[in-house]
């Protein structure tokens, strides 16, 4: 009874999760060539939060690393990708969780932040593990229009805002 009640709690009030992304796999649609790529870096590396990038030019992907006592903004990623004339193709998280239990429509709250877990089984996340950003705008449309059909399943897919204003990024793990 104990374990089912503290369960509700966490559905109805989200996670709350001191700790925030490590670093992240940034695949930018549209890269021909190292200009490109470079045009692309110097607008990343503006943002307060970026720590240091790292760059795999035969994937067209950057490795973006926090700092760790800022807040990530994915959607000022996905901003500064877009003035530099590219789209998001993917924005992949990698962090390490210990004992974090998720399912369905469970929101991660880290850093002003919230995450929702969605077309995820009920688990404890052990270890190092993928999340992808499934929302328009950080990934191709086609995929985009495959998440999207799930707008009936989970509140607030449609338009990422609470009642509140608070940003929601819905997420998948890979």
Known sequence: MNKLFSMLIALLLGIKAGAQF??????????????????????????????????????????????????????????????????????TFINSFTGLSVENNVQLELKKNLYQFMEVSSQTLNGELRIRIIDKGFLPEREFRKYNKLTTKYPY?????????????????I
């Open 22 to 91: 490590a670093k992240a796999e940034l695949q930018v649609n549209g890269l021909t060539c190292s200009m490109c790529s470079f045009a692309t870096q110097k607008q990343l590396q503006t943002i307060e939060f970026i720590d240091s990038i790292g760059i795999d030019l035969n994937y067209a992907t950057f490795i973006l690393y926090f700092k760790t006592d800022v807040a990530v903004n994915s959607d000022l990623i996905r901003s500064k990708v877009e003035d530099a004339g590219f789209a998001v193709g993917s924005l």
């Open 157 to 173: 897919y449609k338009t990422g805002k609470t009642p509140e204003g608070i940003r929601i990024y819905h997420i998948i793990i």
